[in-house]
C-alpha cells in the first residue's frame, strides 16, 4: 500500500499563508472525500485539523483549510504563526477497504 | 470528556506475540469505528487496522493475518493482538476513534501511544 505523496517540507514566514499537496490516485484522493489532516508535534499524537476534504473539527482555528482538485488535496494554513511549526500528514479512505498516509510535510516558521 | 489510554507494549523477540489495550472513556466504543495507527521512529503514520460497529474488521497488507484488532463491550476497551512480530513492527501504536458512527475513516481522538520493540 503505497503512500500518498506529500512535500517533505514547507517554510514560511509568520502571517504568511502556506499550502501543502497532498498527491493520491482515484482509487483513493480522487474517488472519495474522505480526506483528513493531521497535525503532530514531535512526541505527540496526532491532532484531526481537517476531515471529509474541508470540514473543520470543533475547536481548530479557522486559518486552517482543506481543499481538492482531482487526485490532490491541498492544506491552507493563512496568518502563519510560531505554534504551527509541526509535522502534517495527509490521509485518504482507498478503494479496497483500506486507509493510506502521506509521507508528511515537516513545516518551518521562518 | 472522551479519552484513550493504550496499554501493553514493551520489547519482544521477532516471532513473539504481544496484546495492545486501549481503554476509552467519555464513549463507548461499541458506537463509533475504532482504529489502530502506528508509527515507527522517526517515521510517518501507518495506519494498521479498523474496527466497524457491527464488527467487520479491515487491515493493512503489512499485517494481514498477523493482527487481529476486537473490542470487548462490556470494558470500553479496544484490542490488538499482534503475532508474528517482526522487527519492522517496531513502532508507536496509537488507538483512535473514528469521527462517525458510520465510519468517515478520519480520526478525532487519540491516545498518546504505547511503543513495541520487537529486537533479537
Known amino acids: 500500500q503505497s503512500a500518498l505523496t506529500q512535500p517533505d517540507s514547507v517554510s514560511g514566514s509568520p502571517g504568511q499563508s502556506i499550502t501543502i499537496s497532498c498527491t493520491g490516485t482515484s482509487s483513493d484522493v480522487g474517488g472519495y472525500n474522505y480526506v483528513s489532516w493531521y497535525q503532530q508535534y514531535s512526541g505527540k499524537a496526532p491532532k484531526l485539523m481537517i476531515y471529509?476534504?474541508?470540514n473543520r473539527p470543533s475547536g481548530v482555528s479557522n486559518r486552517f483549510s482543506g481543499s481538492k482538485s482531482g487526485n490532490t488535496a491541498s492544506l491552507t494554513i493563512s496568518g502563519l504563526q510560531a505554534e504551527d511549526e509541526a509535522d502534517y500528514y495527509c490521509s485518504s479512505y482507498r478503494s479496497n477497504s483500506a486507509l493510506v498516509f502521506g509521507g508528511g510535510t515537516s513545516l518551518t516558521v521562518l | 470528556e472522551v479519552q484513550l489510554v493504550e496499554s501493553g507494549g514493551g520489547l519482544i523477540q521477532p516471532g513473539g506475540s504481544l496484546r495492545l489495550s486501549c481503554a476509552a472513556s467519555?464513549?463507548?466504543?461499541?458506537?463509533?469505528?475504532m482504529s489502530w495507527v502506528r508509527q515507527a521512529p522517526g517515521k510517518g503514520l501507518e495506519w494498521v487496522s479498523i474496527?466497524?460497529?457491527?464488527?467487520?474488521?479491515y487491515y493493512a497488507d503489512s499485517v494481514k493475518g498477523r493482527f487481529t484488532i476486537n473490542r470487548d463491550n462490556s470494558k470500553n476497551t479496544l484490542y490488538l493482538q499482534m503475532n508474528s512480530l517482526r522487527a519492522e513492527d517496531t513502532a508507536v501504536y496509537y488507538c483512535?476513534?473514528?469521527?462517525?458512527?458510520?465510519?468517515?475513516?478520519?480520526?478525532?481522538?487519540w491516545g498518546q501511544g504505547t511503543l513495541v520493540t520487537v529486537f533479537s
Open positions: 474496527t466497524s460497529i457491527a464488527g467487520t474488521t
Open positions: 483512535a476513534r473514528d469521527v462517525y458512527e458510520s465510519g468517515g475513516w478520519d480520526f478525532d481522538y
Open positions: 467519555g464513549f463507548t466504543v461499541s458506537s463509533k469505528f
Open positions: 471529509d476534504v474541508s
